[in-house]
């Protein structure tokens, strides 16, 4: 028997999200003494996987189909998962992975686990910690079904190295019966990703207008971050919506959150609360962000974020 694990990658590189979940599935292998088990998709190179303990990779050609097909995704990772007889089917809660994990619990009959933040605390029954009521609490499932789904919170394990096998074997693109397509993908170009990023700089209505933007750009310019925005930024159409984070939009779990003129509605706070360091920077005192931040700054942002940007780039200096 073995772990199976959908590797997410991009453009022919493994996503950030791609490693982490490949690090959990290792150790999710030893603990039960099975093999870990890739499944890929226009992967150019499996070396990395091998240094993050994979056994074997199988990497499915898509040759006429450039976009991600989440029933012909689902269904070849179903046959590897019946080749390699897997009780167990890894994914990232990634917005591609959120898509297909339920899709491979009903095909392959398992029991779905969302939310996941850390290992298995049982394997017989299977029993792990998930995070609920938008990471307000945790609470422990449990299935006595032979095959389960597990989906991984962004950025709850890391990326742990361990050598392994990465043998690669082809596997066919599976073919299906639904008729939706994807013709065209837009995307903001020359940009981290809010999904891959360790570090987020937000800007809420604080800064006055989107000619000031350029304070949050600077900034994630010099940390090497990514930007992000309030609900209501992206509603006045200062920044786009893809931008957006919190309960509504994009959900973040980085290593570090910068909120800049974001007063901390409850939805934001939502979206944002997987983050391990908040820090906030507001002229408001009472601003409700400030319960929720680790570290705060109670002043004008239009004074703080140059200053503390130049004192960055003179540290990186």
Request: with cysteine.
């Amino acid at each position: 028997m073995s772990v199976v694990v959908y590797i997410e990658s991009q453009k022919g590189v493994v996503k950030k999200a791609g490693l982490e979940i490949a690090s959990f599935g290792r150790a999710i292998a030893d603990a039960s003494q099975d093999s870990l088990v890739a499944v890929t998709f226009n992967l150019e190179d499996t070396s990395t996987l091998k240094l993050y303990g994979v056994d074997k990779v199988y990497n499915v050609n898509t040759e006429e189909d450039n976009f991600f097909n989440v029933e012909r995704y689902a269904n070849s990772i179903q046959n590897v998962v019946l080749k390699e007889a897997a009780k167990i089917i890894l994914v990232s809660a990634s917005a591609d992975g959120r898509y297909l994990g339920p899709i491979l619990a009903v095909k392959s009959k398992a029991a779905y686990f969302s939310n996941v933040v850390a290992l298995p605390t049982s394997y017989d029954p299977l029993t792990v910690k998930r995070s609920c009521f938008t990471n307000k609490a945790f609470n422990e499932s449990t299935t006595n079904e032979e095959c389960s789904v597990i989906s991984l919170c962004s950025n709850a394990y890391g990326l742990k190295e361990k050598q392994g096998l990465a043998q690669v074997f082809e596997a066919s693109y599976e073919t299906s019966s639904t008729s939706l397509k994807v013709v065209s993908v837009d995307k903001v170009t020359d940009k981290i990703t809010i999904a891959d990023a360790d570090i987020v700089v937000s800007g809420g209505r604080g800064l006055k207008g989107p000619e000031n933007w350029h304070l949050i750009e600077d900034l994630a310019t010099v940390l090497g971050a990514a930007t992000a925005c309030s609900k209501p930024v992206s509603d006045m159409g200062w920044r786009p919506h893809s931008e957006h984070v919190g309960q509504t939009g994009k959900p973040v779990a980085s290593n570090l959150y910068i909120a800049i003129g974001v007063s901390g509605a409850i939805q934001h706070l939502a979206g944002i609360n997987s983050s391990k360091v908040k820090v906030v920077i507001n002229n408001d005192p009472e601003a409700p962000f400030f319960k929720a931040a680790d570290y705060g700054i109670v002043g004008d942002a239009f004074e703080v974020v140059p200053q503390l940007i130049s004192k960055l780039k003179a540290l990186k200096q």
